[in-house]
């Protein structure tokens, strides 16, 4: 099965990795920017496909990858318009590049030219996402979204998901409600139904994970400075794949910085999204 995560004791790491100091030009860069770059790498390689981030964070990653290594990566205002940022005069407004109305969304969902960013719940080993409910779906303790467009975005496109709080309360080692597929529904599923279902990655307040452990379980590929790998077993509800060597997550280059603290978020609502 590979190298798998053992439980051992949190240390301080997990509290250095958590902290957020809102980034001034020239510092170093903070969990929330971190996190965001972490993001921006999920629509890596993507090219002219539609980006669908949820959240600030997500949002962020979003455009940062849209200016830097994914120029044809599409962002839409949710309306009708499809926007990238407009630098030239050092401003932080979005300008328009074309027309995308609402009804045109779902023929690029079908056809698997999108990559949404979600949130979750709850989320298993394989990908099996909740945002419906906790508890028994004929009596839940708690009322969540319902299943909203989960099931149809993670078997017709490219998904990854955005968990800003990464805890055992979210990774659970099955979910209450089934609302977005993962892998072992998948393999449940005929070819043509799920003939573009892929979860690309989860990005956590934590580490950075994939779908690359047996039977495409969840991986642990990289933990954010000052966070160790017990840190994260240790508020994860299952067993984690992990190579013997786990990465840091990559830092910010100073031009993803200035681009994230000068043009995309002057306000520093990044690190509110982590408070």
């Known amino acids: 099965m ?3 995560v053992t439980r051992q004791p949190g240390g301080a790491g997990a509290v250095a990795g958590r ?3 809102t980034g001034q030009p020239g510092g170093p860069p903070t969990l929330a920017e971190i996190c965001g770059v972490a993001c921006a790498e999920a629509w890596r390689g993507d090219g002219a496909i539609l980006a669908s ?5 997500p949002t962020l990653g979003a455009r940062l990858a849209q200016l830097t290594f994914e120029p044809d990566l ?8 499809l926007v990238r940022p407009d630098l030239s005069d050092g401003a ?4 328009p590049e074309g027309w995308l109305p609402f009804r045109e969304v779902f023929t690029m969902l079908a056809a698997g030219k999108r990559h949404v960013m979600m949130g979750a719940a709850q989320l298993d080993q394989f990908g099996n996402q909740n945002i419906s409910c906790i508890g028994d779906w004929a009596r839940p303790k708690v009322q969540l979204l319902g299943v909203r ?5 993670t078997v017709n496109h490219p998904v990854s998901y955005w968990v800003p709080r990464h805890s055992r309360r979210v990774f659970v080692d099955q979910v209450d409600m089934a609302s977005g597929v993962g892998y072992d529904r998948a393999k449940a599923l005929s070819g043509r139904t799920a003939a573009f279902h892929g979860l690309r990655c989860v990005v956590t307040n934590l580490a950075v994970l994939d779908f690359g452990g047996p039977d495409h379980s969840m991986r642990l590929r990289s933990v954010h400075p000052g966070v160790t790998v017990s840190d994260v077993a240790e508020a994860t509800g299952f067993l984690l794949a992990a190579p013997y060597q ?6 910010p280059t100073a031009a993803e910085l200035t681009l994230i603290r000068a043009h ?9 999204e982590l408070a």
């Open 2 to 4: 590979g190298a798998a």
């Open 19 to 21: 902290a957020a100091v």
């Open 53 to 57: 981030p949820m959240g600030v964070i």
């Open 74 to 81: 599409l962002l839409t205002d949710g309306e009708a318009t």
């Open 92 to 95: 932080s407004e979005r300008a």
């Open 149 to 153: 467009g989960a099931p149809g975005n």
């Open 246 to 251: 786990v990465p840091k997550t990559r830092l």
């Open 264 to 272: 995309l978020d002057p306000q520093g609502l990044r690190d509110e």
